[in-house]
């Protein structure tokens, strides 16, 4: 038996789907489900950004995960699978969702997380029974989680993986590793806790440390939504970690800073970089997307103290908020300069299926259309609701403003002045990072705001 893995890409302004030589750093979703399924079946992992589909290799199964953005041309991708006669199954979050829309390209649905029905569904899929759809009972403990299966991957199409001359210099490889699910806070844009529940799960520690030493990559990035987000719990993992002598960046709240000994225990255990998502420097739009953890006053504060550890900070803004203006874009560029952020994504605020944004705009009557991820042309302009009130731009001209501000942040200038603040690691990692953002190695769909809350 064979199963297909698919990422689909997605279009570009021009409809042409987005092609690049390598990208950053994979998603760990396929890997680990490959460790999921049965040892005897053969699986391959395929990137559509990085190669294209051979529709015409004999495969008995495609299996498709795809985010928000991708999903047009994931439905695309199964609707031409289920031409040819493949078995077509389908998860991930968009799809958890909607599954009634993906039941129209897929023979297989499968809602929510998988570490119990996806073997389900293999066993029944061999005996020739596969149900229409899987939902997921209750959210998985993730103990006993296997190692996922990153030997399927082609690693010289990952810059983070890659073993070339810039492995002299920085941490590399680094691979993505899970520690915990779940997110307590309920920010309105954010698909995270719906999709992983608001109750903190944690891994066993000793089976964290087990698959760090047996994959033994010398980076980590922790993809953990917080990996602060119970102190207690990661003072001990931190201490497990320091004898490991790895390197490792992560996701985490701003505000975590205020403890000093879970920083300093987070450097002392190979942090370099922590990725934070600030959002918005207005506190109405912090309040209008229920981010209420965020204190803007506070923001300088929080960002010296990571500085002072020496963990540098990635940061994520989002622009388009009801009451914002063109100045906001600029205020934004401004205050990362001047507090030395060393990198950052932007992104236009985006209605997600599911999330209580979507259905607060679809209430009002602001969406262009109800489901604008099947609209191209709304995908590509990122137009896709109303703004409220008139002395607003126009959509286009935020998403212009977005580009023009961030191509100016990612300057050869303006990233020597911000990353020069960093010790030498520090300094070359996100000098990388920066490089890689100009080259466009991070899609969109790779890591968005729904990653970053």
Known sequence: MKIKFIEPSTYTEYNKLYKTEKVLMPSLTFPLL?????????????SEHLEDIDFDEKVDLVGI??????????????????????????????????????????NTVIVGEAEDTWPEFIDDFRRGSGKKLYVAKKKPSLAHTPIPRFSLLNK????????????????????????????????DFCSVSIFCGTTYRPRPISEVVNEIVTLGSKGWCFVDDNIFANPERAKELFNKLIPLKITWIGFANVNASDDRELIRLARKSGCISIIIGLESLDSRSIKSVSKTMNKIDHYEKNIKAYHREGIALTVSMIFGFDGEDEIAIKEAYDFLTKNHVSCAFWWPLTPFPGTPLIKRLKEAGRLKCDKWWLNPELVVKNSLFKFDGKELPEERTVKNNINYYYKKFTSLKDMFNRCLFFPPQRFLLSIYLNLTLRKGFIPYDEIGPGKLS
Request: charged share 20%; proline share 9%; net charge negative.
């Open 65 to 106: 995960t795809a985010y928000t953005p991708q999903i047009l041309r994931a439905y695309e991708i199964a609707d031409e699978y289920k031409r040819r006669g493949v078995p077509v199954v389908m998860g991930g979050i968009h799809v958890s969702m909607e599954p009634e829309e993906a039941a129209e390209h897929a």
């Open 34 to 46: 490959a460790a999921l399924t049965p040892a005897d079946i053969d699986i391959s992992i395929i």
């Open 156 to 187: 010289d199409r990952y810059l983070l993986m890659d073993n070339t001359w810039v492995n002299r210099f920085l941490p590399l490889p680094m691979l993505p590793i899970q520690t915990a699910r779940g997110c307590p806070h309920s920010c």
